[in-house]
């Protein structure tokens, strides 16, 4: 019988006992184990991997069908389960042992799969597929965390770490876990800190990259091209780090205005400007005018969408950017 795992709990009865969960999101498999199943099945649970099983299948069986060493309400969670073991599964269900529970896992089954028909075609046993998390879905994970932690983010961060972590919500989990730590006597977190935090964080070489081509060095910026070997996923951060900078820079240009010293316009940013970067930026102050900024700043913005919708010319399309719109451009 088949399942969606949010409809799980309401299909939870003591009378199914053999529980197969499959798919490629294995971050979300865990947590409906350790959050549903688990609580609901038993506290004695026994772990097993397939190939444990297929190697000692007399001594597996034996230990199931005597009783030697389960007592009542034991769960038996059996780990990266394929084919090779649905005659093992077929017979212990068929024997009927009604205090003992199962939780197979799998990784992607096709519709082929003979474990996959057998569990979709019996309404004795539940099958929950669980596909890869979206963009959205993990966005949204971000956005309860950083609600119920009430720490204060933009939309456009948050989007930034969900885009990062690659379709996987162990990862994601995994930097939110870095950044609450972190937050611990903080109530808010800006994009510099959290590219320095987690391991979604840029490199020294897109951070240069970055800092090169705002100042418009042209030598520098074009060796950092031709050593790098840039990613879809690259060029997202290169644009978005050069969004942060970018709006650094026109904080620093209006307050420019205001005081007229550089020095002082600088040193008085929060947060602090890095030692190695405040001579750079005082190049880039001198050469980019405020309109200037907010232009740039608009054309990153919509070189972002186009990025994402060309994925496989990504790359070719950053660099054009960058040539064309920075280093060989004069204001």
């Given at each position: 019988?088949?399942?969606?795992f949010f409809?799980?709990?309401?299909?939870?009865?003591?009378?199914?006992?053999?529980?197969l969960l499959?798919?490629?999101?294995?971050?979300l498999?865990e947590?409906t184990?350790?959050?549903?199943l688990?609580?609901?099945l038993s506290?004695?649970?026994?772990?097993?991997d397939?190939?444990e099983i297929?190697?000692?299948?007399d001594?597996f069986k034996?230990?199931?069908f005597?009783?030697s060493?389960?007592?009542?309400?034991?769960?038996?969670?059996?780990?990266r389960?394929t084919?090779?073991?649905?005659?093992?599964?077929?017979?212990i269900?068929?024997?009927?042992i009604?205090?003992?529970?199962?939780?197979?896992?799998?990784?992607?089954?096709?519709?082929?799969?003979?474990?996959?028909?057998?569990?979709?075609?019996?309404k004795?046993?539940?099958?929950?597929?669980f596909?890869?998390?979206n963009y959205?879905?993990?966005?949204s994970?971000a956005?309860i965390?950083f609600?119920?932690?009430k720490?204060?983010?933009?939309?456009?961060?948050?989007?930034?770490?969900?885009?990062?972590?690659?379709?996987?919500r162990?990862?994601?989990?995994n930097?939110?876990?870095k950044?609450e730590n972190?937050?611990?006597?903080?109530?808010?977190i800006?994009?510099?800190?959290?590219?320095?935090?987690?391991?979604l964080?840029?490199?020294?070489?897109?951070?240069?990259?970055?800092?090169q081509?705002?100042?418009?060095?042209?030598?520098?910026t074009?060796?950092i091209?031709?050593e790098?070997?840039?990613v879809?996923?690259?060029?997202?951060l290169?644009?978005?780090?050069?969004?942060?900078?970018?709006?650094?820079?026109?904080?620093?240009?209006?307050?420019?205005e205001i005081?007229?010293?550089?020095?002082?316009?600088?040193?008085?940013?929060?947060?602090?400007?890095?030692?190695?970067?405040?001579?750079?930026i005082?190049?880039?102050?001198?050469?980019?005018?405020?309109?200037?900024?907010?232009?740039l700043?608009?054309?990153?913005?919509?070189?972002?969408?186009?990025?994402?919708?060309?994925?496989?010319?990504?790359?070719?399309i950053?660099?054009?950017?960058?040539?064309e719109?920075?280093?060989?451009?004069?204001?």
């Amino acid at each position: 019988m088949i399942v969606k795992f949010f409809d799980l709990k309401k299909n939870l009865k003591n009378n199914i006992n053999f529980y197969l969960l499959y798919g490629s999101n294995s971050g979300l498999i865990e947590e409906t184990i350790n959050n549903t199943l688990k609580p609901n099945l038993s506290i004695n649970i026994f772990n097993y991997d397939e190939s444990e099983i297929l190697s000692n299948t007399d001594e597996f069986k034996d230990g199931i069908f005597n009783k030697s060493f389960f007592d009542k309400d034991k769960l038996i969670i059996i780990n990266r389960a394929t084919d090779k073991i649905l005659h093992i599964i077929e017979e212990i269900i068929d024997k009927d042992i009604k205090d003992l529970k199962f939780i197979i896992k799998s990784g992607v089954l096709e519709k082929k799969s003979k474990f996959r028909k057998f569990f979709e075609a019996s309404k004795s046993v539940i099958i929950i597929p669980f596909y890869e998390d979206n963009y959205q879905s993990l966005t949204s994970i971000a956005q309860i965390f950083f609600r119920e932690k009430k720490i204060g983010i933009s939309a456009q961060n948050i989007n930034y770490i969900a885009e990062r972590a690659k379709g996987n919500r162990i990862n994601l989990k995994n930097e939110l876990e870095k950044i609450e730590n972190y937050c611990q006597k903080k109530k808010s977190i800006e994009f510099s800190e959290i590219t320095k935090l987690t391991n979604l964080s840029e490199n020294y070489d897109i951070s240069e990259l970055v800092n090169q081509c705002i100042a418009q060095n042209k030598r520098k910026t074009l060796h950092i091209l031709n050593e790098n070997n840039s990613v879809f996923e690259d060029n997202i951060l290169i644009l978005r780090t050069f969004l942060y900078k970018l709006k650094r820079l026109k904080k620093l240009k209006n307050q420019l205005e205001i005081t007229n010293n550089v020095d002082t316009a600088i040193s008085s940013y929060k947060p602090p400007i890095f030692w190695m970067e405040k001579d750079l930026i005082k190049q880039q102050l001198k050469i980019w005018s405020l309109s200037k900024i907010k232009l740039l700043i608009t054309q990153v913005n919509d070189l972002e969408l186009l990025v994402k919708k060309n994925s496989e010319v990504s790359i070719c399309i950053m660099n054009n950017f960058i040539l064309e719109n920075l280093v060989l451009t004069s204001n």
